[in-house]
Structures are given as C-alpha cells and as structure tokens.
C-alpha cells in the first residue's frame, strides 16, 4: 500500500526524472552553443532536485554549488570568450551523418541492455537518522581519509599544473 | 540570550507559530499530507510577500538616507517623508512596456530575469526568522545559501548574452568573475561561524550563539565579519563593488536593454540578495533572533536592518573600485586574509575546548 508521502516523493522524482531527461535532448540537438550551456544546466539542476527527492540533501546542495555554481558559470565565461556567432556550421556531410546514427544507436542499446538486465540492490533497512552531514564528515576523515587525501592532492596538481600551462611568460 | 523575558512558547513572542498551529488544527480534518503541503504553499505565499514589502522599504530607506548623507533631501513628495514613492515607482515599472530587441535571443532574454530573482527568494525558505520560524530547517542551510547564491550568476550572463548588446555583454562578464572571485573567501569564511557551531543548520548556528555572538570571539571575529560583509556586497553588486553595472563604463551592464517589469525583477532581485546577505550576517555573526524583552523576530528585523544600514552607509561613503583592483582585493587580500583566519579559528576552538 503506498502511503501519499511515497506518493509525492515518486511524483517528484520522475519530475525531475523527465526535466532531466529534456534538458539531456535539448543540449544535444539544439544548434547555439549558449543554449547547449543553458540546457546542461538544466540537466544538472534536475539531478540536484532528484538527489534532493531521495533524501541525499548534502550532494543536493553540493551539485548545486559546484556544478550550476561554478562549473556552468565556467563553461559559460568560456563560451562568451570565443567570438560571438559560433552557431555550428552544417559541415557534416551525409555519410557522417549515417555513422553517427549506428555509433548512437549501438551504444543506446549496449547501455539499455546493461540497465535493464542488472540488478539493482533495494534498501531494506530505513535511512538512517543522522544529518547527512555528520555520516559524510566522519566517514571522509575517518574510514576513506587517505583516497580523500589522495583526490586531494590530485586535484591540487591539476590546479597547478593549470596555471603552469597558462601562464606563458615562466 | 535567546529566552530573555520571552519564552519561545508564548503566542506574542512568536505569532507565526500560533497561527500555523491555528491552521493546523482547522485543516485537521483533510488527509495525511495534504495540511502540512496546504501550510508550506501558505508560508512560502507569506515569505514572498514580504519580500516584496521588504525591497519597498529597501529602496525607500537607501534613497532617503544616501540622500540625507549627502546633504540633500531626497524623495519626499509621495506621502509622508516619501514613504508611497517606492509604490509609485512599482506601479509605474508594472505599468512599462517590456521592450524585446531585434538583436536578442528571445527566450533566454525573457528567462533570465526570472533565473536572477527565483533563487534570490528561495534562499529565504532555509533563513530563520525565530526559534522554528522558517519554511524549512535544511541541515545543510548554509551550503543551499550558497548555492542560491551562486545560481543568479547564470541568468546574469544569460541576460548579458541574449540582450545582443556588447556592453550587457561585458556586464555579465564582469559579473561572473566577480562571483567566482568573491565565492571563495565567502566559502572559507562562512565555514568560521560554522566551525564554532558545529553545524551547517541556520538554526543550530543561531542557538550556539546563545551565551555570545561570534562576531565577539576574538580575534577571528570581527576579521571574519569584515571580510564576509565584503565579500556579501561584492556578490551582489553592490556599490563600491558594482562595476557589472558601472553606469559611467558600460551604460548599465547587463541590464541595460530591459525595461518594465522584466526591469524591475533584477531590482527586486538586487535588493533581496542584499536583505539575504544583511540576514546572513545577522545569522552567521550577531546572534540571529537572540535578545531580550523583545520577541525574536523583532529582534532579527532590527539585527538586518541594521546591517543593510551599514551597506547603504558603505555605498553612500567609498567610490567604486576599478576592475584590477577589484580583481587584486578578491585574490591577493580577502583570500589569504580568509585562510588565515579560518587557521586561527580552528586551532583557537581545540585550545578552548581543550581548556574547559
């Protein structure tokens, strides 16, 4: 029997499900580049309100923050960077056209075979009780601190190697 | 401080709750969730009202007072002391022609507006207005603050693109390196107030301020409120640092080819970001709605009030930086200058709770 609470969570999830899945079309066929940002934010935005949906609250805002946040932002500094009118132009000839509709189709089905036929573990025991937060704080200092520290420095080397690349004058 | 001659039960220190629980029992009668959806559509109804309220008594109090700062009067014919003017002025903008250029792109054009203002009054359903007094108590208030905060950016450079105008352009490029720049000290600085509470909640922030406000845990608190004011005002475009918006650079930056309403929504939007970030401040600084004798919400309007007062004062005192300069504060100031204090912060929290 489903209570109406499930009831509005899964209204909510296959909401976003399907804005997600729009934006996903729309990043892909549209033809401006700035529509293409516009869409994938959408696209990010939809996930942080299905995390939101399944109870997961700190990746919510998370993906919110460094995704739309920054990352968008990014992407779209760049986009207003490069000269303006980058509407692509149709250079794909008809043959190109073909391959990447088998390409597309092929790994369509290679991954809707995969989703469909994989099991997928169910949550048996209720969510536990404690802010996100905390389980995740402790859980990345405690139990996986050495591959938080290694993602960290990882990403520190990026950072840097970054502004080795484009700082030309060192 | 929080309960001083006031308890947090009583109806007239916290109407708000009287009349949700009064609504609560007269809706009893409906199913499971629909009283407490009935409720929440109710209170986000009140919140955004009063949102548009506040902006009014915003625009009033900044005209008046930069006014009366330098020596003038300042609007004063509408009304007594010029209080109807900001009514005028809104029926005036609801009244104006949305003109749509030949040269934009039309649906961004007309969506940014709303990508502007629509986070801009969400960040208000986490802020606490009382004990309890908020649409929702996220316990990852801070970090959704965050996010909203971010989020107007894009339909700043959505407008700025789509208007099809080189100076909304550079208006909308301006302000997202100001964003990006500013986000990181505001980041490393929020994490102070929420180092010395231990939580990301807006409310538990403002119940571990019970005994003293972190603005008075020296030295990290004051330097930490200073460089969050700076780095609240530098998001959201305030003067000294509004220069997506420098009228004697670029027209008006990224709004320059709106008009009407679509117009008067960045307004709207402006000046609720800058109540957030007085809110904010009053919240991660001063003790939120802690004080005695008056009822808590009270007390939080007078906190935000006050700090919104400061920023008119900023804004009627300091011309506006140039570009490069504003760049070099953001990098090469306020972020080592936030680093630092977020160091002392933590290792002067383990020496004193080592000490008790």
């Not at chain 1, 986009?79 to 149709?90: A, C, G, K, S």
């Not at chain 2, 930086?321 to 504060?329: E, K, S």
Request: with cysteine; charged share 10%.
């Amino acid at each position: 029997m489903l209570l109406p609470t499930d009831l509005l969570v899964a209204g909510g999830f296959y909401t976003f499900a399907a804005l997600a899945i729009v934006g996903a079309l729309g990043l892909v066929l549209s033809r401006k580049v700035f529509h293409n940002a516009l869409f994938l934010t959408v696209v990010l935005g939809a996930v942080a309100g299905a995390y939101v949906v399944l109870g997961a609250d700190f990746l919510a805002a998370v993906q919110i923050l460094v995704y739309v946040g920054a990352i968008m932002v990014l992407i779209i500094f760049g986009i207003m960077l490069t000269p303006q009118n980058v509407d692509l132009p149709d250079i794909a000839g008809p043959g190109q056209a073909v391959a990447g509709t088998v390409v597309s189709i092929a790994i369509f089905i290679a991954a809707a075979g995969v989703l469909a036929t994989s099991v997928w573990p169910r949550l048996t025991s209720t969510p536990i009780d404690v802010p996100t937060t905390q389980t995740i704080g402790l859980g990345l200092l405690t139990t996986y601190g050495l591959p938080f520290e290694i993602a960290s420095v990882l990403l520190l080397l990026a950072m840097i190697g970054a502004i080795v690349v484009a700082r030309e004058d060192v | 401080m929080t309960d001083l001659g006031c308890p947090a039960g009583s109806p007239i220190c916290n109407p708000f709750l009287y009349i949700r629980q009064f609504l609560g029992g007269i809706l009893g009668f409906l199913p499971d969730p629909l009283p407490t959806i009935i409720l929440t559509v109710l209170a986000i109804a009140m919140i955004t009202t009063l949102i548009a309220l506040i902006v009014m008594s915003q625009v009033w109090a900044e005209r008046r007072v930069v006014a009366f700062m330098q020596g003038r009067l300042g609007p004063n014919r509408v009304g007594p002391a010029g209080l109807l003017q900001s009514v005028a002025d809104a029926i005036k903008l609801l009244a104006k022609e949305i003109i749509i250029p030949y040269q934009a792109d039309r649906i961004p054009f007309m969506l940014a507006p709303l990508l502007v203002l629509v986070p801009s009054l969400m960040v208000w359903s986490v802020i606490p207005w009382g004990p309890g007094l908020s649409v929702t108590d996220l316990n990852v208030g801070v970090l959704f603050i965050l996010g909203m905060g971010a989020l107007p950016t894009i339909g700043i450079l959505t407008a700025g693109w789509a208007s099809g105008n080189k100076y909304s352009v550079l208006g909308g490029m301006r302000a997202a390196a100001q964003l990006i720049s500013y986000e990181i000290p505001m980041v490393l600085v929020i994490a102070i107030p929420v180092l010395l509470a231990g939580s990301l909640s807006l409310g538990s922030i403002v119940e571990a301020q019970n005994g003293a406000w972190f603005v008075f845990w020296l030295p990290v608190g004051p330097i930490a409120l200073l460089l969050f004011l700076m780095a609240g005002i530098a998001e959201v475009n305030r003067s000294p640092f509004d220069l997506p918006e420098a009228e004697s650079e670029i027209v008006a930056g990224f709004h320059t080819e709106y008009s009407g309403m679509a117009f008067a929504l960045f307004f709207l939007a402006e000046y609720a970001n800058s109540f957030s970030v007085s809110a904010m401040a009053t919240i991660l600084f001063f003790g939120g709605w802690g004080g005695p004798f008056l009822p808590p919400f009270v007390w939080f309007f007078l906190k935000t009030y006050a700090v919104f007062f400061v920023m008119i004062w900023i804004r009627g005192t300091l011309p506006r930086l140039r570009y490069d300069q504003l760049m070099y504060v953001a990098w090469k100031v306020a972020l080592p200058l936030a680093l630092v204090t977020l160091g002392f912060a933590a290792i002067e929290l383990t020496l004193r709770t080592a000490a008790v």
